[in-house]
């Protein structure tokens, strides 16, 4: 649901208090530079979008911290000058470049160069000039915090250096393009945030890149360098690098880094300019000296003569001289017109200063008085749009239309790729002004040739001339790769490694035969070595090096340590796709770690076009996954296998009838010129082609039809139908396929020559993107699959429909492949049978392997996303029909087909247990929740039901699981954390029949495939890990219908007798090892005893008491072990109860909606209201359109608990939800012969992890055998006294300090603060890190901001983050909040950054003291008021209230948090322990009053000693408490000699005299209150006041003549559901008087 912002002026702190949420507001990132020109930054929350500077407000921060001022007198003020989009928090939100002001004179900031630089633009303005700047930089490791790096991203790990400059620039692939994620990264945040960057590429150093900022006009250019380099600093810090603009990175034979300055003014590009070019050059000559002193420091180290640069003694200009200071552009020159490139300013120059001295220069040279230019829109505007910007199609228009632009924001990239002389892909970035629809709409480019071993340095531009345009799948639309020839320049021939020319003249040649390809393109994934050299250990190989387990169950495979590399296929084949590639499969290979996709059926010279264009994505994919692609034919010796490139091939001719013939005749062709095919079908091939491993020998040729081990395969198919296509098993996998297809076409068409009876039209060589335009949207078709012959027609897949195969081997381990499909199945006779090779998956012997893989059921594929489907499939043996070993589903499906009438539900608990990787190919025995170094944790206990690093171990993994069944449709219930550290349990069900084991089938194949992107491994053992811990289960619950039925619980019983005379037979079929886990420990029953009881967990089957007292209901069996056979013990569960009941069958129950078809895919619609329950689940055909509720409490220690279910609606009051519970004994708070505690819900707030419509619900803690509030359930308490003194209207916010710790040992408190070094050293001392930003300043934003977001999702009102003065230490503010909602906010913003640390791999620690030394402590500071503090005179009131905190300081100290004496020492801004004072903006008392408060006489007090760990319930009752009883609980008594009231009235006598009015009469109140409205009409004000005496009267007090209830039931409590009683009052007797009122809501509305 999209939300509404406002737009225009921020409103401020007090219109914010008065919201229900922060949701719509608007946060705004100031940005300024200290005093050595970093970038410090901060947050604050904003009612409104601004559209001008002039929107926002003039804020503030502590200047000594930055260097720009003294302790004493440090204020120094930042007024915002251009708006920016914020491009991490996205829109609304917003960066404001500020400049910083002192705040005692008035002058510019130390650090502040833009003033200066405003005054020279607008005194020089009507020259109109423009500058582009190139900045270049390097990427490092970390270093330790506070210390310089000293390695640089680009070399190895040891320090030691890589290979020598060259094959890193315009790089692609891992080990070259080094760091392309972060400058990919910041590219697109720029243009996100309306910075006019023009273009990216890597440069000749490795790790160094360079971006392009302009053209710019004026001031711009330094306001958008500067907000550039701020986003940079930002992008490395979720890299875990750090950037250095340093001129001279690293000393040797290495590039520097500068910022080559691009400029002109209106005369130079005006005709004649040429002449005004070399008339500024003279100028800058004369004042060399003056420029390099602004040029940026150390620069001396970069201009040496050396690496294109001229030394910085000297001064030179030339046309086209790179080694000159300053170098004329050749177009300059030719056109007589253009710009000049300053290459002398380093890339630590201040952007300001140097364009500062280039247009004074300029100007004392050109004279001020030329006129004409038009000055630039204001930098600080930027067109804020809700919807997608304008697009612009066709043909790019160039640099100058760049430079009239606002913003970026609309352009287009486009990254041309083209084949160096090695055939390595390279690539470059340019920003366009268009879309183009056609090669011909780009510009020709030109690149360095001398840096890709195509031209020498003397001469060497090489031309891109573009030939096929794709979609950019790393960009997204409209951007775009565009695959370009090499041409070079100085004779318009070929460049070297361009074969694709003489490929296209073949094709072109043998059109008539119109050529089909298709290419199977194996590849080898690899571990990164050394940079610049060749790696030796297979990614699938153990990382010692030593070699795994023998070849066989990688092949197709799925889960961690098996399919070894799927997240680098799957990514590669959905961006094959994006782009418009054509291919049409993958699988993984039999060698670990080897993996094969096939591309085509292709028409002509689009073969090649299409796999260069897919080696390239695989090239830029294996940057984002860490690891090396090879297409080295044999990538690893020994019995390994090779890697080829198998090309299918087919002219006309062959698929015609008679086409068999033609196949042969072209086989005996090809075997004539034998040695030339072997030529051009790559290099190292004869270790490869041996005669092994399915290949032939490199010196035989052969053919034959399905044989695997010839020269070229005939397909089965082309013998039977006389007709079809032949398969060369030769090439390579480093083949050139322009090579390779031009040869095979050569060979066929000399031998068919005339064969063509016609012409065939061929695909042109520009790809149908080219022709068809930009789509936003795709549309597939719907239906029967239409086979490979209508994929070769298509102009890409973009709009095919990918199917993954599943099937169970011979050990029941689920096994895929995918295919591409031309529609979206909506049934499974839609879909092929397809086949696979049983002889991999011990289900056939190699010389007779074909197994046939037939489709029973339809589930979205939740990896890729819709239309695309996963097909639950039987394996069939192709020999004999029969079921293949491992199929287990026929024998149930015709079970459950026989006692169809008994309508049997299903429910299975599956439980799991995460577990570190071992060795590869041999299980895994250290579960995920133990210590890295083998020992164990804490015993269990804190880990059920928990949240936070090192407790809910495995949480992602669990919550990506619950999330892709349920988009798979696969019927998921729930889930939580179990008892043992790593072990989880996930519930599937209510299912009917067949059902229960295909979805529980798919929801293991997910949980694996899930686990991949983990790096961890799923178990299924029974007894995952020996010793004091629990084991792992299926629970499976069943029922039929005569149990669900009235008198079902004799039935019930009946069903557990019959179980108990065949319990062997069932625990044969109950799963393997389960006698470890059966041992009458750990709540389970011993595997040689059965015995079933009413809500036993220690017996075999437990029967709920639910089912005792209702007298039907369902049965648990608890002996399934987690590796159990869904269809194995659902069909014997079925069996034994058909065979029991025979004969109380009725008439088949209704079926459930087949599984194996799915009507809705692209969209879910949800019921809003009260929640149905299980029965309705289990009539439901999936449990897409359901919606999660996380259940949130906290536990006798005030940490915050949860689990999930799954709901029919989504509820819109508290009401709406199911009372649930947990075993209080796993919590402590309860013990375990009586444990059951019952969960009320209070609050619901969005789920912002899941999204909506889920949703996260506070809820409070209840005895179920008492009614009593439970160990650590303080809100309760709390409630009566916000409820008792309501009428003074608490306000509270809290600004909740943190430190993010690194993970120690698991169950064991973290010691080591994440802002510290890795090896315990401390780091710089505090200064650098309050505000900041970069990798090793802002340690532990990328948490920070993930929560910020999150609470802002969920409808915390969340209102600010910034850094603190430790390092990883940060505060959150949340608030203004009124009463209760306090509490309740700041315990879900707890909760949920328990959570978010969980997916960054650090511990949130609210320790008030979480590191020893000279280091800040961590506090809740809470500002507080009561609406007499805010009325006038309210100044006095805060005086007495502070002087009622102090008459009792230990009282309140005690309930402000443990520990707290460690930090109230009286240092680091706060006041001793032991004493209490408060005063006007001091920071070390205990009590702040803000200076606003004193200078306006209203307003509130800030009490700073709660610590980080104080519990929000208690601290606000304790405030509010003290409060209430030094000013009773209205305003109007509270007031004072301040707050007078003018009512003329007896307010005491009056409420004495109503109080004896109810007691006696019983007057019904709203005679009570009609009345006294009618008296009262005429004085609105008045009224209120006595309406808010009467508040604390509650119905029931009412009732019991004004005494509260002994034992007051819990209350149901919404966010915003119903309004308070006072309110509801207020209504009632306005509505009856007449008089107008406005309402409010004693808690936010319902978001």
């Known amino acids: 649901m999209a939300l509404n912002y406002n737009v225009g002026e921020d409103k401020g702190a007090g219109a914010l208090a008065k919201m229900d949420s922060f949701e719509q507001c608007v946060y705004a990132e100031y940005i300024w530079l200290d005093a050595h020109q970093t970038p410090r930054s901060k947050t604050m929350t904003m009612t409104s979008r601004p559209t001008r500077p002039e929107d926002l407000r003039v804020w503030n921060y502590d200047g000594s911290s930055t260097e720009q001022a003294e ?250 001289n790179r080694g000159a200071s300053i170098r004329i552009p050749r177009d300059a020159e030719k056109d007589g017109k253009g710009y000049m490139e300053d290459r002398r300013p380093a890339a630590n120059c201040d952007p300001y200063r140097v364009t500062c001295r280039m247009m004074k220069t300029t100007g004392l040279c050109m004279g001020s008085s030329f006129s004409g230019g038009v000055v630039p829109p204001p930098t600080g505007m930027l067109d804020f749009q809700v919807g997608p910007e304008t697009l612009s199609m066709g043909k790019d228009r160039g640099a100058a239309s760049l430079a009239e632009m606002k913003s970026y924001s609309a352009c287009v990239l486009a990254e041309y790729i083209w084949l160096d002389a090695n055939q390595t892909p390279r690539s470059k970035t340019m920003t366009m002004t268009s879309r183009p629809t056609k090669p011909e709409d780009l510009r020709v480019w030109n690149y ?168 390239y994505i695989m090239l830029r994919v294996t940057e984002d996954h860490n690891c090396i692609c090879s297409f080295s034919p044999k990538p690893k010796n020994g019995d390994w296998n090779g890697a080829g490139c198998h090309t299918n091939f087919s002219v006309a001719p062959m698929m015609q009838d008679g086409g068999y013939d033609v196949i042969l005749q072209v086989c005996e062709a090809f075997g004539k010129v034998a040695p030339e095919h072997i030529v051009e079908y790559g290099e190292g091939n004869e270790l490869r082609l041996t005669g092994k491993h399915e290949t032939c020998d490199i010196n035989t040729f052969k053919y034959g039809v399905a044989n695997r081990g010839a020269s070229i395969r005939i397909p089965r198919d082309a013998e039977k139908d006389g007709k079809g296509y032949m398969e060369d098993r030769r090439p390579a996998a480093n083949c050139d396929p322009y090579r390779v297809t031009r040869r095979m076409l050569k060979t066929a068409g000399e031998c068919l020559l005339g064969a063509a009876e016609m012409p065939v039209t061929l695909a042109t060589s520009s790809l149908p993107v080219s022709a068809t335009g930009y789509k936003t949207s795709k549309s597939f078709s719907i239906g029967k699959d239409k086979g490979a012959s209508a994929l070769a027609y298509m102009g890409s897949y973009q709009s095919c429909v990918l199917a993954e195969y599943v099937w169970l081997d011979a050990h029941q381990i689920p096994r895929s492949k995918t295919m591409t499909m031309t529609s979206r199945p909506t049934k499974p006779e839609d879909l092929r049978v397809w086949n696979y090779d049983g002889s991999s998956t011990e289900q056939a012997e190699g010389h007779n392997s074909e197994v046939l893989l037939y489709p029973r059921a339809i589930f979205d594929d939740p990896f890729r996303g819709a239309p695309h489907v996963l097909v639950l499939a039987e394996a069939y043996n192709a020999w004999d029909g029969k079921p293949s070993i491992g199929n287990s589903r026929a024998d149930c499906a015709a079970i459950m087909e026989t006692y169809k009438g008994l309508d049997p539900w299903f429910g299975i608990e599956q439980e799991y247990t995460l577990m570190r990787p071992g060795s590869v190919g041999i299980a895994s025995t250290m579960p995920l929740g133990f210590n890295e170094d083998g020992s164990e944790p804490a015993p269990q206990g804190p880990y059920y039901t928990s949240a936070g690093t090192g407790v809910a171990i495995g949480r992602a993994v669990a919550d990506e699981h619950y999330q892709k069944c349920l988009d798979a449709g696969v019927k998921i219930a729930g889930i939580n954390a179990e008892v043992m550290p790593g072990q989880w349990e996930f519930q599937i069900g209510p299912c009917r029949g067949i059902e229960m084991g295909d979805h529980l089938t798919m929801a293991r194949y997910i949980m694996l495939r899930v686990t991949e992107s983990h790096d961890c491994e799923c178990s299924f053992s029974p007894k995952p890990k020996r010793g004091d811990w629990n084991g792992a289960g299926c629970h499976t619950n069943f029922s039929v219908t005569p149990m669900m039925q009235d008198g079902g619980y004799d039935v019930i019983i009946q069903v557990c007798e019959a179980f108990g005379k065949v319990a062997k037979d069932h625990i044969q079929e109950y799963g393997e090892g389960n006698d470890q886990r059966l041992t009458g420990m750990h709540e389970t029953c011993d595997i040689n005893t059965f015995k079933y009881g009413v809500a036993n967990r220690g017996a075999s089957i437990r029967i709920p008491r639910d089912a005792e007292k209702d007298g039907k209901g369902y049965m648990e069996d608890r002996r399934p072990a987690a590796n159990c056979d869904p269809y194995r013990v659902t069909g014997r569960i079925m069996k034994t109860t058909g065979q029991c009941l025979a004969g109380s069958m009725g008439p088949p129950g209704a079926l459930p909606a087949p599984s194996s078809s799915l009507a809705e895919y692209s969209s879910r619609s949800y019921k809003i209201g009260k929640d149905q329950g299980a029965s309705a689940l289990a009539y439901m055909g999936s449990f897409r359109s359901c919606v999660l509720a996380e259940y949130v409490w906290l536990d006798a220690r005030q940490t915050p608990r949860s689990k999930t279910m799954t709901m029919t609606s989504r509820p819109t009051k508290p009401e709406d939800l199911r009372v649930w519970n947990y075993d209080g004994s796993s919590t402590e708070q309860a013990e375990g012969h009586n444990s059951e505690v019952l969960l009320y819900p209070r609050a619901i707030f969005q789920d912002p992890f899941r999204g909506p419509p889920h949703i996260l619900v506070m809820a409070e803690a209840y005895n179920a055998w008492d009614g009593k509030p439970s160990i650590g359930n303080t809100r309760a308490e709390c409630a009566a006294v916000m409820e008792k003194y309501k009428g003074l209207d608490p306000w509270f916010g809290i600004e909740q300090e943190y430190t993010l710790m690194r993970p120690g040992r698991i169950g064991t408190a973290a010691t080591m603060p994440l802002g510290f070094n890795e090896d315990g050293s401390e780091p710089a001392p505090q200064g650098p890190y309050y505000t900041g930003a970069g990798t090793g300043v802002a340690i532990g934003r990328a948490v920070a901001e993930d929560h910020k977001m999150k609470c802002l999702q969920a409808g915390v009102k969340i209102s600010g983050i910034n850094a603190e003065v430790m390092p ?67 100044y006095d009131v805060i005086i007495k209230v502070c002087e009622a905190f102090g008459r009792i300081p230990q009282e309140h100290v005690l309930e402000y948090g443990e520990g707290n004496d460690k930090r109230l020492t009286g240092k680091h801004e706060t006041c001793d322990i032991n004493t209490f004072k408060y005063g006007v903006a001091n920071r070390g008392a205990s009590i702040r009053i803000p200076r606003d408060a004193e200078k306006d006489g209203k307003g509130y007090m800030e009490d700073r000693r709660p610590a980080a760990n104080c519990d929000p319930y ?86 019991n003549g004004g005494e509260p209830p002994a034992s007051p039931a819990p209350s149901s409590f919404s966010v915003g559901s119903a309004q308070s009683l006072q309110a509801r009052q207020m209504q009632s007797m306005n509505a009856k008087a007449g008089v107008p009122l406005p309402s409010r809501s004693a808690y936010p509305q319902q978001r």
């Not at 630089?117 to 190139?134: H, N, R, S, T």
Request: net charge negative; aromatic share 8%.
């Open 71 to 320: 302790g004493h007198n440090s204020e120094v003020l930042l007024y915002p000058r251009a708006i920016f989009n914020d491009p991490f928090l996205g829109a609304p939100h917003i960066l404001v470049l500020a400049e910083a002001y002192n705040a005692w004179d008035g002058k510019p900031s130390i650090g502040n160069t833009r003033a200066e630089c405003q005054e020279v633009m607008e005194k020089y303005k009507a020259l109109d000039p423009w500058f582009g700047i190139e900045q270049e930089y390097t990427l490092f490791r970390p270093g330790k915090v506070g210390e310089m790096p000293r390695i640089p991203f680009g070399f190895n790990l040891n320090g030691t250096d890589p290979a020598p400059q060259g094959p890193y620039y315009c790089s692609a692939g891992t080990g070259a393009a080094i760091g392309r994620a972060v400058a990919d990264d910041h590219y697109m945040k720029c243009l996100q945030a309306g910075v006019k960057i023009a273009g990216i590429n890597a440069e000749v150093m490795p790790g160094q890149w360079e971006y392009q900022i302009g053209p710019c006009r004026g001031i711009e250019i330094g306001d958008h360098m500067t907000v550039s380099r701020y986003l940079m600093l930002r992008v490395t810090e979720t890299h875990k690098v750090m950037c250095s603009f340093s001129p001279k990175p690293k000393d040797g034979d290495w590039n520097g880094a500068g910022c080559h300055t691009n400029f002109s003014i209106a005369p130079m590009r005006a005709d004649g300019g040429y002449n005004v070019i070399l008339k500024v050059c003279e100028a800058f000559g004369k004042v060399a000296k003056e420029h390099i002193m602004e040029y940026g420091e150390g620069n001396d180290k970069r201009l040496t003569g050396l690496h294109e640069t001229c030394d910085i003694n000297t001064f030179k200009y030339g046309v086209a």
């Open 448 to 615: 360095d040739g001398s840096s890709t071993e195509q031209a020498e340095g003397h001469n060497s531009e090489v031309l891109l001339y573009p030939r096929a345009i794709f979609n950019d799948p790393f960009r997204g639309a409209p951007h775009v790769l565009v695959l370009a020839e090499a041409y070079n320049a100085w004779d318009g021939k070929p460049s070297i490694g361009n074969t694709r020319a003489d490929c296209l003249d073949v094709m072109l040649k043998h059109k008539a035969l119109d050529p089909w390809f298709g290419i199977e393109q194996e590849y080898t994934l690899f571990r990164p070595g050394k940079v610049g050299e060749n790696p030796t250990i297979p990614l699938g190989f153990n990382e010692n090096g030593s070699e795994p387990a023998p070849q066989g169950p990688y092949y197709c495979s799925a889960g961690t340590g098996a399919a070894i590399g799927r997240a680098v296929a799957d990514d590669h084949y959905k961006k094959c796709l994006q782009a418009g590639v054509k291919i049409a499969g993958i699988n993984a290979e039999v060698m670990p770690g080897q993996w094969e996709f096939q591309v085509g059926p292709c028409r002509g010279i689009e073969m090649g076009d299409h796999l260069t264009v897919a080696r």
């Open 1368 to 1434: 990883g230490q940060w505060e959150f503010q949340v608030g203004p909040c009124r009463g209760i909602e306090m509490g309740d906010h700041l315990t879900i913003a707890r909760y949920i950054m328990l959570r978010v640390t969980e997916s960054h791999n650090c511990v949130c620690s609210f320790s008030p003291k979480p590191k020893d030394g000279d280091w800040n402590g961590a506090g809740c500071h809470t500002n507080f008021s009561v609406t007499p503090m805010l009325q006038q005179g309210g």
């Open 1514 to 1599: 208690r601290v606000t009752s304790r405030m509010m408490k003290t409060t209430g009883e030094v000013l009773g609980s209205s305003p109007s008594l509270a007031a004072g000699s301040g707050g007078r009231s003018d009512m003329n009235v007896d307010v005491q006598s009056l409420r004495d005299d109503m109080n004896a009015m109810i007691k006696e009469t019983r007057v019904e109140m709203g005679s009570v209150r009609q009345a006294l409205a009618a008296s009262c009409a005429d004085n609105n004000k008045m009224f209120q006041k006595i309406l808010s005496m009467m508040s604390g009267m509650s119905p029931s007090s009412q009732a």
